[in-house]
């Protein structure tokens, strides 16, 4: 796992042990980051962070600040190792705790969420849901929402348009945006 392009190119990122974490393989990473390469800009949110990644990417890429956000320890300490192996820290801010406490307290705007919570839950359809009912999303914001391939997504969340489903191997990747920025 390295991060592709950008500031911190070919930098080798650590994961945390076990299996509670699982990294977003490099080519979907590097798929995701080609359709919005244009777009990378502002704040961004990575909500199920895991090994900070993905925001990690985006901070490589030309993205202002990033918000790492998991709940458990491990995965929080892998992320300032990240932070710290990629010289990317001074646009970080990392939180412990869970999404929804997160959501919740949340007043900041973001230009893009990351969305790559464990498969096996509701995380997903909750979060976007969430999302959709309070205030956080930038002008041009998109969501990147990453599940297993056949397991299927809401169409509709208020707020929202869904943008198009992209199929990598056994994952499948869905943007939304904005609906003020979709017409």
């Known amino acids: 796992m390295r991060v592709i392009t950008g500031t911190a190119r070919g930098t080798n990122l650590k994961a945390p042990e076990g299996l509670a974490t699982r990294p977003t393989a490099d080519r979907v990473k590097e798929a995701v980051f080609n359709i919005i390469q244009y777009e990378i800009a502002g704040d961004v949110l990575d909500l199920f962070a895991g090994s900070g990644q993905l925001g990690i990417e985006a901070l490589s890429r030309g993205a202002d600040k990033a918000v790492f956000v998991d709940e458990r320890a491990d995965a929080i300490s892998v992320i300032q190792e990240n932070l710290r ?11 412990r705790t869970d ?64 943008s198009k489903d992209y199929h990598y191997g056994k994952t ?12």
């Open 85 to 95: 192996r990629t010289h990317l820290g001074e646009k970080a801010q990392v939180i």
């Open 172 to 183: 499948t990747i869905t943007l939304f945006r904005r609906a003020e920025d979709a017409v």
């Open 99 to 162: 999404y929804l406490s997160y959501l919740s307290g949340c007043r900041k705007r973001f230009r893009l969420i990351f969305l790559d919570p464990p498969y096996a839950e509701k995380y997903l359809e909750n979060a976007i849901k969430r999302i959709s009912e309070i205030d956080i999303l930038a002008e041009g914001a998109i969501i990147i929402a990453e599940r297993p391939l056949g397991k299927p997504l809401e169409e509709d969340f208020p707020g929202l348009v869904r």
